[in-house]
């Protein structure tokens, strides 16, 4: 499992342990063998997902007596689409979940602002999060180049059960970011509605994307029993046309 903790506070650790436990796409994926097999498709791909991510850092409520500066912040992902027809911040429930605070990041402008939970979706293991006024800075969460203020990620269409390959980017040292891709295995437990299973460990709270940019599914956690294997959140339901409300 990747645990998406650090007692130094540099999310660095996390994304090569991620990538690490994060499998090669097999032969025959479109990653390979598609648009995506050339260097300058690749640099596309990575920019043209790279602006649609958010960072997420969560630092644990202490417990009594407990020195705050010694907790174990989390480190995970986020995206700004639609849900409900409206556009909003959203993450893996499980990230931010006995938070005493949350910072959200958008990678392209290195701006941060606090934020906090304002709905729990248990079902689908996600959080909606409302980014906060940033003290002193005059200026609301929504304004400039904030988390809040970029257009909502279109959301993609779910196609089949299993086989369709979705694609992601993950920050690495400094200020790179790489692309990877994984592919849908199947749905979950049929209890776990919504849900499907991916292949590799990916990082919680990972948007997951087809290769036009729009977000399809949202990682909530790892796969209980599945090795190398993550949950991810459908974030539209499996339609043949248009998705409803989806911001296209």
């Known amino acids: 499992m990747v645990n998406p903790c650090s007692r130094t506070g540099v999310p660095v650790v996390l994304w090569f342990l991620a990538l690490a436990g994060v499998a090669s796409p097999a032969d025959g994926d479109p990653f390979q063998t598609g648009a995506m097999?050339?260097?300058?498709g690749e640099a596309a791909l990575r920019d043209r997902l790279g602006s649609r991510i958010l960072l997420v850092t969560v630092t644990p409520k202490?417990?009594?007596?407990?020195?705050?500066?010694?907790?174990?912040?989390?480190?995970?992902?986020?995206?700004?689409?639609?849900h409900g027809g409206k556009p909003v911040v959203m993450t893996s429930l499980t990230l931010v979940e006995e938070s005493g605070?949350?910072?959200?990041?958008?990678?392209?402008?290195r701006r941060?602002?606090?934020?906090?939970?304002?709905?729990?979706?248990?079902?689908?293991?996600?959080?909606?999060?409302?980014?906060?006024?940033e003290d002193g800075a005059g200026r609301g969460p929504g304004d400039g180049d904030g988390p809040c203020s970029p257009p909502p990620v279109p959301l993609g269409v779910m196609v089949g059960e299993?086989?369709?390959?979705?694609?992601?980017?993950?920050?690495?040292?400094?200020d790179r970011l790489v692309v990877s891709s994984t592919r849908v295995e199947g749905t979950a437990d049929p209890t776990m509605e919504g849900l499907v299973v991916v292949k590799g460990r990916i990082p919680f709270g990972t948007p997951l994307f087809d290769l036009e940019g729009a977000v399809v599914a949202l990682v909530i956690r790892p796969a209980a029993d599945l090795p190398s294997r993550s949950l991810?959140?459908?974030l539209a339901p499996a339609k043949t046309g248009a998705v409803e409300s989806n911001g296209k």
């Not at 709905?119 to 999060?129: D, M, N, P, S, Y």
């Open 37 to 40: 097999a050339t260097l300058q």
């Open 62 to 82: 202490p417990l009594p007596f407990q020195d705050p500066g010694f907790l174990t912040r989390r480190f995970g992902l986020g995206v700004r689409t639609f």
């Open 101 to 109: 605070g949350i910072e959200i990041v958008r990678p392209v402008s």
């Open 112 to 133: 941060s602002v606090p934020a906090r939970v304002t709905q729990r979706l248990e079902k689908e293991g996600l959080a909606i999060l409302d980014c906060l006024p």
């Open 162 to 174: 299993s086989g369709q390959p979705l694609y992601f980017v993950l920050p690495a040292d400094g």
């Open 232 to 234: 991810a959140a459908v």
